[in-house]
């Protein structure tokens, strides 16, 4: 970091606590963290943030509890796909998460010799340490969805874990649901809960739903993102699912799309392309996005794809507020 910048994030601090305002947050920062950063994802555990990104042949995780710095926070590689087998390529998508004591990583990956959508799946590692980034990493297999797909994640709703993907329809990539026995085994019907019915979400000659993660809102409300249309498409965006309080995720009668995009693309804060979503709070509770994004048109769906974040508010009717991505190079 150079002293100008650190001189910068000092007096962005000092400021904060002067106005009466809260330095609950993830550390001052630019957007992008990184230079380059696909499918971001960010999960916090007590003061410590993790990192981790597309990579293609391995898992690594970055560890900070200032995110202003993440690229200082050293890239430790916890994972590396196999010469052979169904998960030896393409590993895509990564999410970590910490669920009955153990960690968890889901990850998309295509088998040997067969990188198409016929042969994408998600699967799950399994980490009893209490620091993912030490510790053995036990293979738990493939997931045994319904469809081929990718793109995996898991919440917990009202004493029930479900697991939610991207699978490959036909022509569409769509969004399922199904419930989980455990964090590796699945349990019952799996359902749709959304296709790509919107012109915004048939942008670079695909039809796309996919990166679903989960949002708790106020009052029990569900909300379910999602980013839509090719990747390879400057109209890529983020959209949002919504579930009344008390819904059953796997209803797909009790979700409701908001038919324009949450977070698009902003020329003006030069943000292009932005998707692949996660979520994840601060220790004081605050809750903020990252994703990934262009720095310019048609980028397509390069490594020069770059992690941002950015604050998540609720408005009255308990929906959640994104505002305009942030612009490139602003100290927040």
């Known amino acids: 970091m150079s002293r100008g910048s650190a001189v910068k994030r000092i007096l962005f601090t000092a400021l904060a606590i002067l106005l009466g305002g809260s330095t609950d947050g993830p550390g ?17 555990e007590g003061r410590d943030y993790y990192y981790l990104g597309t990579l293609g042949d391995r898992i690594a995780i970055r560890k900070t509890r200032d995110l202003g710095k993440l690229a200082e926070a050293e890239e430790k590689v916890v994972w590396r796909a196999p010469s052979t087998g169904p998960n030896a390529q393409s590993i895509w998508a990564p999410e970590l998460h910490r669920i009955q004591g153990k960690w968890y990583l889901y990850y998309t ?3 040997a010799g067969h990188d198409d959508d016929a042969h994408r799946g998600i699967f799950v590692l399994e980490n ?3 620091d993912p980034q030490t510790g053995n990493w036990t293979d ?7 469809h081929t797909g990718i793109d995996g ?9 479900y697991f939610v993907y991207s699978p490959y329809v036909g022509p569409d990539s769509n969004l399922a649901i199904v419930e989980m026995a455990n964090p590796w085994t699945l349990k019952g019907p799996e359902t749709i809960i959304a296709r790509p019915d919107q012109a915004w979400e048939r942008q670079g000659g695909r039809q796309i739903l996919e990166g679903p993660e989960f949002l708790p809102g ?16 400057d109209g890529y ?19 409701t799309k908001t038919p324009h995009p949450v977070i698009a693309g902003s020329p003006a804060q030069g943000v292009y392309a932005p998707g692949h979503n996660g979520f994840f709070t601060t220790p004081g509770g605050t809750q903020w996005i990252v994703y990934h994004a262009n720095p310019g048109p048609d980028m397509k769906c390069s490594a020069k794809r770059a992690p941002r974040i950015q604050r998540v508010t609720f408005g009255r009717d308990g929906r959640p507020i994104f505002g305009e991505p942030v612009r490139s190079g602003a100290l927040r």
Do not use: E, Q
């Open 109 to 111: 990956a295509a088998a």
């Open 237 to 255: 965006a983020i959209g949002l699912l919504r579930a009344p309080p008390g819904a059953d995720p796997l209803d797909p009668g009790a979700w």
């Open 28 to 44: 001052a920062f630019t957007n992008p963290l990184l230079p380059s950063g696909p499918d971001p994802w960010i999960v916090r």
């Open 140 to 146: 738990r297999g493939r997931l045994a969805t319904r």
């Open 218 to 233: 106020p009052g029990g409300r569900l909300f379910l993102s999602y980013s839509g249309s090719a990747c390879w498409s």
């Open 128 to 130: 009893r340490a209490k």
């Open 153 to 161: 994640t898991t919440f917990a709703y009202a004493g029930k874990r």
